[in-house]
């Protein structure tokens, strides 16, 4: 367990202490994709279904789910978040949703979990708001694209 940061000597789950690590910009991207059927896909595009306009509001999702990160995953530090931006894309060849969120800040620990955490309630609000027409979507490929800042430096995912 001593590779886990998460964990005591123990075993038990902690709370990192950051406190006396250097405050450095931070930035990390994560994506999603949200896979669903022809006339789902249509009614996304052309914004038909009976919920609204399902781009903008996950968008919206997206950002508020990054901003209360630390609300859903036990052992997440609250950050300042500087920047957070969702984009969604209509993928006709693949019939899908592609999400990317960026999130941004200056302070102790990284962003991930807040990238991953809006790519992820971005995701899930497409789903909610098609559920109406289409049971059966597939959000896939969450995962983090890139990291940078910190004492690990940056990151960069190859095989996307």
Known sequence: MNDFTHFDEGGRARM?????KDA???????MARVRVNRETYRLIETGG???GDVLSTAQL???????RTSD???LCHNL?????????HLNADECAVDILATAECVGPTGVEMEALTAASVAALTVYDMCK??????????????RKSGG??????????
């Open 24 to 30: 450095t910009r931070r930035s990390a991207t994560a």
């Open 80 to 88: 300042p978040l500087s920047g957070v931006s969702v984009e969604l």
């Open 132 to 145: 109406a027409v289409q049971r059966d979507i597939v959000i896939e490929r969450v995962c983090l694209l």
């Open 151 to 160: 004492k690990s430096g940056t990151f960069e995912r190859k095989d996307v």
């Open 72 to 74: 859903l995953i036990p």
């Open 16 to 20: 990192v202490d950051v406190g006396a």
């Open 49 to 51: 279904t009976k919920k």
């Open 61 to 67: 999702a997206g950002i508020f789910g990054a901003k």
